[in-house]
């Protein structure tokens, strides 16, 4: 059964680091794996797509990467600003099918101090 | 513009009361999922569809109910069975398997409350 965990559950950091969020899953047979922002009281907000071919996405500031073998992906964001604040998640279908069920993890919630 | 509406925002029930969430979409996505979001917690699957007349049930299934009579449309009725309904509920839709990326896009929430 596929699980997904992501620590720390809380960051905060001051405005012009750059931060690394993580994201662990146990079932490495993946489809694909998609980061998330959430602002509080919303939806969630596709961030980036890994398919399982692909070692890494990129858009803007921030960058995720993707390593099967050890079940991780991490999201790179640069020069964070206080508009970063939010809830990140991560999600990986169930199964090696895109329409399968699809798991998140708990999420990391990020403040960004000005 | 292109995307998933969720209706209503806000909902006030009465316990003993059903009550039903609207989820439409304008993507021509194949499949759609309803989650619950509740406070610090990731969202937990409760019934899915991946075409019309056909669905499945999620991790969370008991006391929800769905249909999928259109593409477009994938209502979750949230019926007094349920024993703690108030949450955040979250509506999404995919394009099918094998022809596409698989990426999930979400609506903006229902937010349901029992008095």
């Known amino acids: 059964k596929q699980e997904v965990t992501q620590i720390p559950a809380a960051l905060s950091v001051p405005e012009g680091e750059n931060l690394v969020l993580n994201c662990s899953f146990t079932?490495?047979?993946?489809?694909?794996l998609q980061w998330f922002r959430q602002d509080p009281g919303k939806g969630l907000t596709s961030l980036l797509l890994?398919?399982?071919?692909?070692r890494e996405q990129t858009s803007g500031r921030l960058n995720a990467s993707l390593d099967k073998s050890s079940g991780r992906s991490t999201l790179y964001i640069a020069a964070s600003q206080p508009g970063d604040s939010a809830t990140y998640l991560c999600a990986v279908p169930s199964g090696y099918s895109s329409a399968s069920k699809i798991i998140f993890g708990s999420g990391t919630r990020l403040s960004i101090r000005p | 513009d292109g995307g998933i509406t969720q209706s209503p925002k806000y909902l006030f029930r009465k316990e003993g009361q059903n009550v039903t969430l609207s989820c439409e979409q304008n993507?021509?996505?194949?499949?759609m999922y309803w989650y619950r979001q509740d406070p610090g917690q990731g969202l937990r699957l409760i019934y899915y569809?991946?075409?019309?007349?056909?669905?499945q049930k999620g991790d969370i299934a008991e006391g929800y109910s769905v249909s999928r009579e259109k593409k477009e449309s994938f209502p979750l009725t949230v019926t007094s069975a349920q024993k703690n309904p108030t949450a955040f509920y979250l509506c999404?839709?995919?394009?099918?398997?094998?022809?596409?990326?698989?990426?999930?896009?979400f609506g903006e929430g229902s937010r349901l409350t029992v008095l």
């Open positions: 569809s991946q075409i019309v007349n056909d669905f």
């Open positions: 993507l021509n996505h194949d499949a």
């Open positions: 079932d490495s047979a993946i489809y694909n």
């Open positions: 890994i398919q399982s071919s692909q």
């Open positions: 999404a839709s995919s394009i099918k398997v094998a022809l596409n990326t698989g990426e999930l896009f």
